[in-house]
């Protein structure tokens, strides 16, 4: 059946929301990911490590990244949310889903989609710390510029990013656009926040 190509949805805007401009291609990502599992292979060789992995943001980044670790690695996942503005961070995280494995003894790799604030991470990695592991180190595919974290506990990070709210390769805008296979910028159809929601709601990372 012949289709009329102009006729097909733009699968680049969702709602009110439009992801077109890239600022990291799938090519790019592709390299970078690879290179910090070559950096983390070799800085662990003869251990193994456990990599934790916070949902949903992480999950594509993770996977891509455990495969480009050649040593015997394990996986754990957490879900957090946090209370606030849906696209702000508040620092005050609630636990969806807690991890199956024990830490005590284990290198950890704490695996995050993207550093804002980095109150989030100052909760987790405070939250980790308590269970006792061997080591723990921070994995971000994006670091904000104007992040607030100490440099020193960001061990690993694909990318410095500006403000703007991104979506893809994980991240998401209410839900959306995870599935893109780069990072993109996401526009918004309105002066609104990306989310459009107002006031405090609770959203998952
Ligand atoms: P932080 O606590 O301010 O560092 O926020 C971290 C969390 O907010 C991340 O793990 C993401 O889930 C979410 N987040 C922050 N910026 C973005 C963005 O630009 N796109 C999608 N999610 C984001
Ligand atoms: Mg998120």
Same mark, same amino acid.
């Given at each position: ?12 805007? =969702? ?24 950096? @983390? ?10 990599? =934790? ?38 620092? =005050? ?20 989609? @993207? ?37 020193? @506990? ?12 991104? =979506? ?16 993109? @910028? ?20």
């Amino acid at each position: 059946m012949a289709s009329d190509p102009s006729a097909a949805p733009d699968p680049l805007t =969702v709602g009110r929301y439009t992801a077109s401009s890239v600022l990291v291609s799938a090519v790019d990502l592709q390299a970078r990911v690879r290179a910090l599992g070559e950096e @983390i292979t070799a800085d662990y060789v003869g251990r193994e490590p456990l990599l =934790v992995g916070v949902l949903k943001g992480a999950f594509m980044f993770m996977s891509d990244l455990a495969r480009a670790i050649d040593l015997p690695v394990e996986f754990d996942f957490m879900a957090v949310s946090s209370y606030g503005h849906s696209t702000r961070s508040s620092g =005050v995280v609630r636990i969806v889903k807690d991890l199956d494995l024990d830490l005590a003894g284990r290198d950890v790799i704490l695996v995050e989609d @993207i550093i804002d604030s980095g109150l989030t991470l100052n909760y987790l990695r405070r939250n980790l710390l308590a269970r006792n592991p061997a080591s723990l180190e921070v994995c971000a595919l994006l670091v904000r510029e104007n992040h607030k974290v100490d440099d020193s @506990i960001l061990r690993y990070e694909g990318y410095r990013v500006p403000s703007d709210f991104l =979506v893809g390769y994980g991240l998401d805008v209410d839900e959306k656009f995870r599935n893109l296979p780069d990072v993109r @910028i996401v526009k918004v159809a309105s002066d609104e926040e990306p989310d459009g929601s107002e006031g405090e709601v609770e959203s998952a990372a």
